[in-house]
């Protein structure tokens, strides 16, 4: 960036200049994220999701269902028995849940998403992706009429036979689950994933993507390039949070708001993207 501002200060007058550079600042920093509320969860350990009413607490073989206002649970669901092992994350879209679902971290990487009624928290459909070619199935969301799907790889023994994160991808589908596009993300959000790899992501309301990792206590904004085949990188929020499966209340209109998870605290973090 300050190669590009050099450039432009020998073709315009400095107040032009300044003018320039403040507008390119602040639009790099313009973002912050801030707590608002928690609420104390013990199943809360891989990935929250929300509608206009409730949240929903994803653990492996097990979601909760709880109320926004107060937190208490309300309804919950148990895989164990149907052979859930590992469900990444989870999005609400017209009175459905679905959810991301994986047998991390065994190999070779198999993937499903499982689809719940939200009114009565039962599993009404599934769509297997089988051994995806794509890696591990770790988050989903709708765009435009599209889906867009996150796909882990890691590193060290829980990699995929001659790969490693820098596989990890984010691919787009139409409503009958066709591939008609996929990006790969950029190398300083490898590093920042690597040994683990991206876990949680979903659409603001902004047009923008959010994004974490396995363990840190930040959000990725993102967008999609206007050529080529690498996410682009906006800027890095610090967050409340450890990384894992987050969500954004869609219900709310003129404000952002992130529901996420703190594992060491068992907490869910209602912060507000600002």
């Not at 689809?115 to 928290?121: S, Y």
């Amino acid at each position: 960036m300050y190669s590009c501002l050099v450039m432009i200060s020998f073709k315009m007058p400095f107040r032009i200049f300044l003018v320039v550079q403040i507008f390119v600042l602040h639009n790099a920093f313009s973002q912050s994220l801030t707590e608002l509320r928690q609420f104390e969860v013990k199943e809360a350990k891989q990935a929250v999701a929300v509608d206009a009413t409730f949240f929903y607490v994803i653990n492996n073989s097990t979601i909760t269902k709880h109320t926004k206002n107060d937190g208490k649970q309300v309804a919950s669901w148990d895989g164990t028995r149907e052979g859930i092992v590992h469900l990444n994350s989870g999005v609400v879209i017209n009175g459905k849940l679905y959810c991301a679902n994986s047998n991390y971290p065994e190999i070779p990487m198999t993937s499903s998403v499982e689809i719940f009624d939200v009114k009565t928290l039962t599993h009404v459909d599934t769509h297997s992706f089988g051994i995806a070619q794509h890696g591990s199935l770790t988050w989903l969301d709708q765009k435009d009429g599209h889906w867009f799907i996150g796909f882990a790889h890691y590193a060290g023994k829980e990699a995929s036979e001659g790969r490693d994160v820098r596989w990890t991808s984010l691919v787009k589908y139409d409503m009958e689950w066709r591939q008609v596009e996929a990006w790969v993300f950029p190398k300083n959000l490898i590093d920042l994933f690597t040994p683990k790899s991206n876990s949680g992501g979903t659409w603001g309301t902004d047009g923008l993507l959010y994004c974490t990792g396995h363990d840190r206590a930040e959000v990725y904004v993102l967008k999609l390039p206007k050529s080529g085949y690498t996410l682009v990188h906006v800027r890095t929020l610090p967050a409340p949070i450890n990384g894992q499966g987050i969500a954004i209340d869609k219900s709310v209109k003129n404000q952002q708001l992130l529901y996420g998870i703190n594992r060491p605290t068992h907490t869910i973090t209602v912060s507000e993207i600002k």
